[in-house]
């Protein structure tokens, strides 16, 4: 099974005759839009394609997936909400689920939990690999310019639903996580506070836009807690990700 990183918080997965695309916001290209990964390979690749967004955020959500449906047909848009909420998408442009549904078929189940912005979070389970992608989901305070109870409730409200996915996946194989350097000092805070409660095998960090540097930062704290860990350098890298 393979992951390659489209960009920002932009992954695929490749799988035996399945393609999962998840938070597309650019392609692999730096200066045309429409080439890179996407256009260029996954949309050509046969057997099912699932296309994933958490939430409908600009850097999570790009309209420009749903034309990708007059290339393959068989796309399924599985969708938070609050995209629909939002009104980025029609009832009839995807599928669409929130926090504790499940959505199934006879290739693979996939989860939805919680996030602490907006939409939600998914746990993949797909030809024997568990794969969960966090959304917005993380620790998200600025400890320098945020109030203590300020930094307490978005800690609360990150554990909470950690321990919520806890209990449902302790030991996850593939775990794509926020690692933004934007969030101050503390950016490691909700990614160590992940990998300290939930079994992490292979650890990717997402989420830093072009900051390559502060995204692969983690790699010595993911190493601690016994992750394999994924240095990402440049858009559209692809990486082995079988047991």
Same mark, same amino acid.
């Given at each position: #099974?393979?992951?390659?990183?489209?960009?920002?918080?932009?992954?695929?997965?490749?799988?035996?005759?399945?393609? %999962?695309? %998840?938070?597309?916001?650019?392609?692999?290209?730096?200066?045309?839009?429409?080439?890179?990964?996407?256009?260029?390979?996954?949309?050509?690749?046969? @057997?099912?394609?699932?296309?994933?967004?958490?939430?409908?955020?600009?850097?999570?959500?790009?309209?420009?997936?749903?034309?990708?449906?007059?290339?393959? !047909?068989?796309?399924?848009?599985?969708?938070?909400?609050?995209?629909?909420?939002?009104?980025?998408?029609?009832?009839?442009?995807?599928?669409?689920?929130?926090?504790?549904?499940?959505?199934?078929?006879?290739?693979?189940?996939?989860?939805?939990? @919680?996030?602490?912005?907006?939409? $939600?979070?998914?746990? $993949?389970?797909?030809?024997? #690999?568990?794969?969960?992608?966090?959304?917005?989901?993380?620790?998200?305070?600025?400890?320098?310019?945020?109030?203590?109870?300020?930094?307490?409730?978005?800690?609360?409200?990150?554990?909470?639903?950690?321990?919520?996915?806890?209990?449902?996946? !302790?030991? %996850?194989?593939?775990? #794509?996580? !926020?690692?933004?350097?934007?969030?101050?000092?503390?950016?490691?805070?909700?990614?160590?506070?992940?990998?300290?409660? $939930?079994?992490?095998?292979?650890?990717? !960090? #997402?989420?830093?836009?072009?900051?390559?540097?502060?995204?692969?930062?983690?790699?010595?704290?993911? @190493?601690?807690?016994?992750?394999?860990?994924?240095? $990402?350098?440049?858009?559209?890298?692809?990486?082995?990700?079988?047991?």
């Amino acid at each position: #099974m393979k992951l390659t990183y489209i960009y920002h918080s932009g992954f695929a997965i490749e799988a035996e005759e399945v393609t %999962i695309i %998840i938070d597309y916001y650019q392609d692999s290209s730096e200066t045309h839009p429409d080439q890179g990964v996407v256009h260029d390979y996954l949309l050509q690749r046969p @057997g099912k394609i699932y296309v994933l967004s958490t939430h409908f955020h600009a850097d999570h959500f790009n309209r420009d997936i749903l034309a990708w449906k007059e290339k393959r !047909p068989d796309i399924i848009y599985l969708f938070s909400r609050d995209i629909l909420a939002q009104k980025k998408a029609s009832k009839a442009e995807g599928n669409y689920i929130r926090k504790s549904q499940v959505y199934k078929d006879d290739q693979l189940r996939i989860e939805a939990f @919680g996030s602490t912005d907006a939409g $939600i979070s998914y746990l $993949i389970d797909v030809q024997g #690999m568990r794969i969960f992608h966090a959304g917005d989901l993380n620790n998200w305070h600025w400890s320098e310019e945020s109030t203590e109870k300020e930094v307490r409730k978005a800690e609360g409200d990150f554990l909470a639903e950690v321990k919520l996915l806890q209990a449902k996946a !302790p030991a %996850i194989d593939v775990v #794509m996580f !926020p690692v933004d350097s934007r969030l101050g000092k503390d950016y490691f805070r909700g990614a160590t506070q992940f990998v300290e409660r $939930i079994k992490t095998s292979i650890f990717v !960090p #997402m989420h830093f836009g072009e900051d390559y540097k502060g995204g692969n930062a983690f790699a010595e704290t993911a @190493g601690k807690h016994g992750c394999r860990f994924i240095t $990402i350098t440049q858009r559209g890298e692809t990486f082995d990700i079988n047991k």
